[in-house]
Structures are given as structure tokens and as C-alpha cells.
């Protein structure tokens, strides 16, 4: 049974790029979380999307960042025209109900340069 | 909104001796906890959860925690470590009742273990 997977896990832009994080969540799992880790500093949830909804979005920056996940394929996390301050490593996460635990894939590590 | 700290950043011992990891939180509520590890080079685990039930709960790899509600702790032990055990540990609390059930982490605890 395949974990959580995350693509790319290495993501490198240009200030001003737009960046496209990729989850697959569990199979079975249809709650797929993200949450970002700045260097030196622990994990900061994001957003929680279940198939088709945006839950919560509470920890989402206001402006460039979005995310969705279509009934079809992977969830996104979208970054437009990004900074030096967003690079920092992004986690996706997946669980089978609300209330259950969360599996954690790889993370994507994106630097801004 | 919930908060989780975590004591101590940087954590160095020897092969054999214990560990315990302090873990507070703030949150009025009903909370689960959980401990989470990410060994150097890999994603998040899950070392092990609490529910409900049992404050006293065992984790893989030897590890255990106990939920104090009372000092709203969940501190993370282990009588011997390993070299292995090198990693950075993560205390984490979600609110069952909140909609969004995201976790809140502790900043972590790298924990270092001299062969």
C-alpha cells in the first residue's frame, strides 16, 4: 500500500515563477492536509481539502498561494509569483476520516532564488 | 487557538540512557496527541497517539508517552536509546471538534545519540 506521495521533491524557482506542488494522498484517504516548514521553525498547518472542498484554509497566506483537489488525481498546492520568503519545505498529509491520525509523505523542498 | 511547545531544541546523549522529551500544550478542550519523528533524510512518522483511554500509551520502537491533563502535558520517554534514535521529534495536538482537525506542532526537538 503506497504512502503518501509528494512531487517534485526538490522544486527550484525564480523569484516571480509560479510553483506547482503535487500529493497523493493515501489510497482510501480522501482528507489531504498541507503544511509548510520554514528553516529552523516546526511544522505550520495550511489548508485541509477534502475531494472537491476547501475545508479550512485558516493557515493559508491571503495572497498568491491556493489549492485544490479535484475529484480526479493529485491535490495542488499553487504558489504565484514567488518570493525568497516562501521557500521552505512543503508536507502534504492524508487521512481515511476527519478524525484519524495523518500519514505524512516526503515534502517538497522549494528554494526561491 | 492552540499552542504546543516543546522544552528543549536540541537534545545529546549516550547510548543507554533514557529519554524524555517535554511536551505542553494550550487548548481548553478535548484534544488528540501524538508524537511524530522524522529520521534524517525522511518524512514524518508516527511514533505513536493519544485518543482516549489509557493516559499511559506505547509507541513503536520502544517509546511511550503519558497524557498529564491536568499540567496539559504529554511528555515522550524511552528508558534506553539507540544511535538510531537520532532525529527530530515533533509533539503534536489537533482538536477533534474544530472543523478543520489540522495539528498544531511543537517547533520540535532534534535529538542527537552519541554511539
Known amino acids: 500500500n503506497a504512502g503518501v506521495m509528494q512531487n517534485p521533491r526538490h522544486l527550484v524557482r525564480r523569484r516571480g515563477q509560479e510553483a506547482r506542488l503535487r500529493c497523493s494522498p493515501m489510497k482510501g484517504h480522501s482528507h489531504v492536509y498541507w503544511y509548510r516548514q520554514l528553516p529552523e521553525e516546526g511544522l505550520k498547518f495550511m489548508v485541509y481539502?477534502?475531494?472537491?472542498?476547501?475545508?479550512?484554509e485558516s493557515g493559508m497566506p491571503k495572497e498568491r498561494f491556493s489549492a485544490e483537489f479535484p475529484k480526479e488525481g493529485p491535490s495542488i498546492l499553487r504558489i504565484q509569483q514567488v518570493v525568497r520568503g516562501d521557500s521552505a519545505a512543503y508536507f502534504c498529509?492524508?487521512?481515511?476520516?476527519?478524525?484519524?491520525?495523518?500519514?505524512f509523505g516526503p515534502g517538497t523542498r522549494l528554494t526561491v532564488t | 487557538a492552540q499552542s504546543v511547545s516543546q522544552h528543549n531544541h536540541h537534545v545529546i546523549l549516550s547510548e543507554a540512557a533514557s529519554l524524555e522529551l517535554g511536551c505542553n500544550y494550550s487548548?481548553?478542550?478535548?484534544?488528540?496527541l501524538f508524537w511524530y519523528v522524522q529520521y534524517p533524510g525522511q518524512h514524518l512518522q508516527l511514533l505513536l497517539k493519544?485518543?482516549?483511554?489509557?493516559?499511559l500509551v506505547k509507541g513503536i520502537k520502544g517509546f511511550e508517552a503519558e497524557f498529564i491533563k491536568s499540567k496539559f502535558s504529554f511528555n515522550l520517554r524511552k528508558p534506553s536509546v539507540q544511535w538510531s534514535d537520532t532525529a527530530e521529534y515533533f509533539c503534536a495536538v489537533a482538536a477533534p471538534n474544530n472543523a478543520g482537525n489540522m495539528l498544531t506542532f511543537g517547533g520540535g526537538t532534534r535529538l542527537m545519540v552519541k554511539p
Open positions: 487548548y481548553g478542550g478535548t484534544v488528540n
Open positions: 498529509a492524508s487521512s481515511w476520516d476527519r478524525g484519524n491520525e495523518q500519514y
Open positions: 481539502l477534502q475531494k472537491e472542498n476547501i475545508i479550512d
Open positions: 493519544y485518543f482516549s483511554g489509557d493516559p
